[in-house]
């Protein structure tokens, strides 16, 4: 069976006409039909947010390849190629049409998965991760002892055949603002976390008075979050940087939603989390996605999590009523952040498996 894999061009616009638009609005709409089920919606996005987050920014170069038969698509991958820090890695993930079964899909998620180890080996990036769907438990369990995965998976074998180890399982999860009394739990989290600690909180760009501090933040984000084996390095923010990935999250009509917590006697931010809220749906049942949350490790032990998360939660359902659900992913070993949520009220979905292979070449 010959599988052809090509590349996917980007258009000027989401809604550009010609070969080139309809091409990239279909893989689009694969997108969404792939992603509906396996994220229960929390990976939902318009035509102009897909644009806006898989155009190339500063820090990451992307690729899309896809395997089609005439006009339908049939599989794609998302190829990530960090390129501030982490640049010997290449990054992937493969989404697959539903009715492909049996031998047919496992060939097209084979083709896939050897595209993007080619392209790791011609442009020099050795360190390779895939993903998977996941659950809690699995045959193969993730080096972080928490969570496992099916080898027999389609997506999962061809990573299992070529040497992938699965490093990590994260957990998606959805909560309903409405079922929860957030005004009530807020005016709690306050209480428990001190008269120390102060939330600000603001929609799009990060305002000038706190640039450096998140900066800091976003550092921070990237040593103290869980990655297990995963090889990431230590990230480093500009302003530059910053404000491209704000970009990167809302030039396709995506509103930012970010809470901080300040401590009052050092005047330092103590941690932050966001939410991205999309175009209101006509149906009035959105999910906004929860991004990062950090509490930076010496202010921990406050309860500044569940203060964050809930005067975000707040945020959104005075500002976005069609957006009354939220979704969010954490590393199933995230044990203490899971706590939160699951405090909160967040129910896990659905799960996905991160794989590692250093040594492609």
Aim: proline letters at 5%.
């Amino acid at each position: 069976m010959r599988i052809d894999v090509t590349p996917l061009t980007l258009p000027a616009t989401a809604d550009e006409a010609g070969e080139v638009g309809e091409r990239f609005r279909a893989v689009s709409d694969h997108m969404e039909r792939v992603n509906l089920p396996r994220y229960a919606g929390t990976a939902a996005l318009t035509h102009e947010e897909r644009l806006a987050s898989w155009l190339p920014n500063e820090a990451d170069d992307h690729l899309v390849r896809v395997v089609a038969d005439g006009d339908r698509v049939l599989g794609i991958s998302s190829i990530w190629l960090p390129l501030q820090e982490s640049t010997d890695v290449l990054d992937f993930g493969l989404a697959l049409d539903d009715d492909l079964v049996g031998e047919r899909r496992l060939a097209v998620a084979e083709a896939l998965t050897d595209d993007a180890m080619r392209l790791a080996r011609e442009l020099g990036r050795p360190t390779v991760m895939g993903g998977s769907p996941a659950a809690s438990t699995g045959a193969v369990t993730a080096a972080t002892g928490f969570g496992g995965a099916d080898p027999d998976d389609a997506e999962a074998a061809p990573l299992v055949a070529r040497g992938f180890v699965l490093e990590q399982v994260y957990r998606v999860s959805v909560a309903d603002i409405l079922d929860l009394d957030l005004d009530a739990r807020l005016t709690d989290a306050r209480e428990r976390s001190g008269d120390d600690y102060e939330t600000i909180a603001w929609a799009g760009p990060t305002p000038a008075a706190h640039r450096a501090e998140m900066r800091r933040l976003h550092e921070r984000m990237s040593t103290d979050a869980p990655v297990g084996g995963l090889a990431l390095e230590p990230e480093t923010w500009s302003d530059e940087r910053l404000a491209d990935f704000e970009r990167s999250k809302t030039d396709g009509g995506r509103t930012m939603r970010t809470v901080v917590v300040r401590h009052r006697p050092s005047g330092a931010l103590a941690g932050f989390t966001s939410l991205f809220v999309g175009a209101a749906p006509a149906d009035g049942a959105g999910i906004a996605r929860q991004h990062d949350t950090l509490v930076v490790a010496e202010h921990r032990g406050r309860a500044l999590g569940m203060l964050l998360k809930l005067a975000n939660l707040v945020e959104l359902r005075d500002h976005h009523p069609a957006h009354p659900r939220v979704g969010t992913w954490n590393a199933e070993e995230n044990r203490h952040m899971l706590a939160v949520n699951e405090a909160t009220g967040f129910v896990a979905v659905a799960h996905e498996g991160v794989w590692q292979r250093k040594d492609v070449r």
